[in-house]
T-cell receptor
């Protein structure tokens, strides 16, 4: 079975801390995505990567950066966490860029910034 | 980017069919229509997808309008386990993005 694993289910950090959210997929997928989910706003794309070391900004990249050094791992970095970054973060992957490819999600990381 | 529009919420009685609508009037010719659902405390999961023809799988059916500007996800017999947020999504062929709307929260009544 396909698996996308996010390193933490719940995370509590303080404002100003540097935060790393890790995501690993075991399907040899080319594309990986980071979304945040807030009540009433649905899923919003932060960053995505269509290949190793390649990244593209999504709709809300401000305050975030990403790293993809290996195909299976895609990290989301909050350089200096702020309270408005308290949210549910979802990682996802797809096999390729074709429009009929399915998207596979992890279970999410609920981040609280105090 | 093409957009999708869905009702915020819908209700259904258990064991009755449910029709979840989605409008995507700016869809382009190569965009597949995807449906995902998100159960409480989980990440979204794939339900079904299609391009032009109606599609069936063990979870649901997808009916696509002839002009492709709208689609309907059909759950043939809703169960309590189908209570979830259902997202209608397009994937942009040029940007690789999956474009999510805010979804429809389906409540199933026993």
């Amino acid at each position: 079975d396909v698996k996308v694993t996010q390193s933490s289910r719940y995370l509590v950090k303080r404002t100003g801390e540097k935060v790393f959210l890790e995501c690993v997929q075991d399907m040899d997928h080319e594309n990986m995505f980071w979304y945040r989910q807030d009540p009433g706003l649905g899923l919003r794309l932060i960053y995505f990567s269509y290949d190793v070391k390649m990244k593209e900004k999504g709709d809300i990249p401000e305050g975030y950066s990403v790293s993809r050094e290996k195909k299976e791992r895609f990290s989301l970095i909050l350089e200096s966490a702020s309270t408005n970054q308290t949210s549910m973060y979802l990682c996802a992957s797809s096999r390729s860029g074709a429009t009929n490819e399915k998207l596979f999600f992890g279970s999410g990381t609920q981040l609280s910034v105090l | 980017d093409a957009k999708t529009t869905q009702p915020n919420s819908m209700e259904s009685n258990e064991e009755e069919p449910v029709h979840l609508p989605c409008n995507h009037s700016t869809i382009s010719g190569t965009d597949y229509i995807h449906w995902y659902r998100q159960l409480p405390s989980q990440g979204p999961e794939y339900v079904i997808h299609g391009l032009t023809s109606n599609v069936n799988n063990r979870m649901a059916s997808l009916a696509i309008a002839e002009d492709r500007k709208s689609s309907t996800l059909i759950l043939h017999r809703a169960t309590l386990r189908d209570a979830a947020v259902y997202y209608c999504i397009l994937r942009d062929a040029w940007t690789y993005k999956y474009i999510f709307g805010t979804g429809t929260r389906l409540k199933v009544l026993a």
